[in-house]
């Protein structure tokens, strides 16, 4: 991520990936607010467009064509994006309270979460239904119903509740596509039976009497059996029942009723409607704590009361964009009239459309068209994103800071004259209070008490390991960095067998006001300790300072018995070589610096990452294996060199076997690479066919650097399937023998690459 030069000031903090909120990172990230600094929180690295939602579950858009990626936006928005579900707020701290990870500090609050089917107003529908939102949870159980509906020989019912907009179109595009899906594999389209029920005399009933009578044919021609007028009283297992006395089976039930609204700001203290949506003026900004702001579903305008639909969240981003910056800027927001018709487009699942507004409609396979151009159109504004100047505007804006802020900045930009200024000895003895390093007997003077040095016994019988890494953040989160520093560091302490005993930290934080500096270190440290503290890894001391970037590292001792030491030299002829993770940080996140890394493998990537090798490392050690290294800075190929030489044998790396990180290939092949590749492809020299296996697109990935990467090792080849078989089961679900260890030959080149 990139480090702004300008000491940050304020926090604005968006939660949740709404579409009010991917307008107002787009407008951030066109023009910036120095000494802001804004962070997303949302569960999802990609949010989909409700607008084509059924269009992609109906087969007319891919996954990507139908999602915006939050991760690529948030870049764009030198945005912090912290991947979590919220859970509450501490609105007197001024908190946002999230699982499993620490507090998110803010100035200024955003909410735009968007809303779910109400449940709990039917008994025993929680639990027994699929609810339409969130959509990507959806969509997960989307993806499952259609592979049963491929698989079930038999008859299949399937129940929608719900005959609103929403409910009627997700029928028809499913209808659609598993008939499609089932004629396409020879199977009777004709079998799946669709129900739909809702608790109105009429389908649509926001709806001109033209558009209901259009979509009541469709259902009717085809063959959707309706349940008009009768509401869903109770919900088993399989079994809806009405206030008919009716039990209707179903095989699956969607739930796409009217919304409902998380609890927990209601649970803060924030005003809320009956229906738990937050309360706002003209300006969005909540009734009753004007520093919290909310747009789309979650929101509810007391003054201009209007229906949960996407439209409104999407017309809600310019003004929410431009009040959060007048409201930065200590400027009075501005007042926002929606408007009270709005041109309504639905499908009917096969590229046909009807479009409304007010008692105006019209019908057509032209009016699908121009839908699908709309929104391209709209989606084209959030993944097309623009090549911005990297120059930065460093002034502060008039308004963003106090009296006694601005004085604090002149002073920190004086030390900025010195870089690696010590962090100031109360922000850190806060951001260390807060921390609890894992207890050992052995550590006799630690990080909580005052002396020059940490001071730890050595067990009789035992040798210390001794390692130290320190890298810059290559990820805008810096709980999530401290993690992936932590298990980087320890790396080389399992992979010679050895048990973390004590760590210290040399951390840099990057020039700013006491608050903000002590956050950042109090969120990577946070990260780091829950790495150290599962390894039994006491911290016991460090040092911090200030400088232009967040960079982290540690210096790790660990106790291994004189006997069981693992070394590089230790690959015998016959053994398979296993690699416990997938490959492909470096070229993944040198893609991701310049916006052309999909969101989702940055996620899956950092899923990787921050998975310590302390589990696999044992696992091996268990099965026979003699030989480990960690997969770091020299890449693959580079550290099975160092193997292959001290061990004085051949190998043998088979290219189609090596566990390849999500995207990896595709970013490699757009010639996007890590800037380490160059030194490390020096190292082709060790391999015998290099014309041959260059061939191959994934060749260039053996030799990219990782970041927290896996294990290499050998394994006895009795031993290698069990092994294998373990390491998933341990959680390493990516491990494969990628390779075997043969006799040294007399040609100079140790390692052939199999493609």
């Not at 396409?184 to 029920?197: Q, R, T, V, W, Y």
């Not at 001109?208 to 007028?229: E, I, M, S």
């Not at 010590?422 to 007997?441: H, Q």
Request: neutral net charge.
């Amino acid at each position: 991520m990139k480090t702004s030069a300008t000491p940050i000031v304020k926090d604005l903090v968006l939660v949740g990936g709404g579409h009010s909120h991917v307008a107002v990172l787009k407008r951030f990230g066109m023009k910036p607010v120095p000494g802001v600094r804004l962070t997303l929180i949302c569960r999802d690295a990609h949010t989909p467009y409700s607008g084509m939602l059924p269009g992609y579950v109906a087969g007319h858009y891919d996954y990507d064509e139908a999602h915006i990626d939050l991760g690529a936006l948030a870049r764009f928005a030198n945005a912090r994006f912290y991947h979590s579900a919220v859970t509450g707020l501490d609105l007197n701290g001024k908190r946002v309270l999230c699982d499993n990870r620490p507090p998110v500090p803010f100035e200024l609050l955003s909410i735009n979460t968007g809303s779910t089917p109400n449940t709990s107003l039917v008994p025993g529908a929680t639990g027994n239904v699929v609810p339409v939102k969130p959509i990507n949870n959806f969509l997960d159980r989307w993806e499952a119903l259609s592979a049963r509906a491929m698989s079930q020989e038999g008859p299949m019912r399937i129940a929608v509740v719900g005959a609103g907009a929403g409910g009627v179109e997700i029928l028809l595009a499913i209808q659609h596509r598993l008939g499609r899906q089932r004629a396409a594999a020879g199977k009777p389209s004709d079998n799946i039976e669709f129900h739909l029920f809702s608790n109105t005399e009429h389908i649509l009933p926001t709806h001109n009497t033209k558009v209901r009578a259009a979509f009541l044919r469709t259902l009717q021609q085809r063959n959707v059996v309706l349940h008009l007028g009768e509401p869903v009283t109770q919900v088993e297992p399989g079994i809806l029942r009405t206030d008919a006395g009716d039990a209707i089976a179903a095989h699956e039930i969607l739930w796409v009723t009217a919304a409902g609204a998380p609890d927990w700001p209601a649970k803060a203290g924030i005003d809320t409607d009956a229906g738990g949506f937050i309360k706002v003026t003209d300006t969005l900004q909540s009734t009753s704590h004007p520093d919290v702001y909310a747009a789309g579903d979650i929101a509810a305008m007391v003054n201009y009361p209007r229906p949960k639909s996407g439209v409104f969240a999407v017309r809600q981003g310019k003004p929410l964009a431009r009040n959060l910056r007048r409201a930065l800027l200590g400027k009075q927001p501005k007042a926002f009239r929606p408007q009270s018709k709005f041109l309504s487009l639905i499908s009917t699942g096969d590229k046909y459309a009807i479009a409304s507004r007010g008692r105006w409609s019209v019908k057509g396979r032209t009016i699908w068209a121009w839908k699908d151009w709309i929104d391209r159109r709209f989606m084209d504004k959030f993944n097309d994103l623009p090549d911005m100047d990297e120059k930065e505007d460093t002034e502060l804006p008039s308004g963003l800071a106090s009296a006694d802020e601005v004085k604090e900045i002149s002073a920190i930009a004086m030390r900025c004259g010195g870089c690696g200024a010590k962090v100031g000895a109360t922000v850190l003895s806060r951001a260390l209070n807060s921390l609890t390093p894992a207890p050992r007997d052995d550590v006799l003077i630690g990080l909580h008490e005052p002396d020059d040095a940490a001071v730890v016994e050595v067990p009789p019988g035992k040798v210390i390991v001794h390692t130290v890494d320190y890298f810059r953040a290559m990820v805008d989160d810096p709980y999530i960095f401290g993690k992936i520093a932590a298990n980087h560091s320890l790396g080389d302490i399992f992979a010679m067998g050895g048990d973390p005993q004590t760590a210290l930290a040399v951390a840099t934080v990057p020039f700013g006001i006491e608050p903000k500096a002590e956050d950042t270190l109090t969120q990577m440290m946070s990260g780091a300790m829950e790495i150290l503290n599962d390894t039994n890894c006491a911290l016991v001391g460090g040092h911090t300072s200030e400088g232009p970037e967040l960079s982290l590292g540690f210096a790790v001792n660990g106790l291994i018995d004189r006997d069981k030491i693992m070394r590089k030299g230790g690959l015998k002829p016959g053994d398979k070589l296993v690699v416990t993770k997938p490959i492909g940080t470096g070229t993944l996140f040198a893609a991701d610096m310049r916006h052309k890394a999909k969101g989702r493998w940055i996620a899956s990537a950092l899923d990787h990452m921050v998975m310590s090798n302390r589990l696999g490392a044992q696992c091996l050690v268990e099965h026979g294996s003699r030989a480990a290294t960690d997969i770091t800075g020299f890449g693959l190929l580079g550290h099975l060199v160092e193997m292959v030489r001290a061990s004085e044998v051949d190998v043998v790396l088979d290219l189609n076997c090596v566990p390849l990180m999500d995207g990896a290939e595709d970013t490699a092949k757009a010639g996007i690479l890590s800037s380490l590749q160059p030194q490390n492809v020096r190292l082709r020299r060790a391999v015998a066919n290099p014309e041959e296996a260059g061939k191959d697109p994934r060749y260039p990935l053996i030799y990219d650097p990782q970041t927290a990467g896996g294990l290499l090792a050998s394994v006895p080849a009795e031993n290698a399937d069990a092994c294998v078989a373990g390491l998933i089961k341990l959680g390493y679900a990516r491990t494969m023998i990628v390779g075997e260890v043969l006799e040294q030959s007399e040609r100079l080149e140790p390692i052939t690459v199999r493609v």
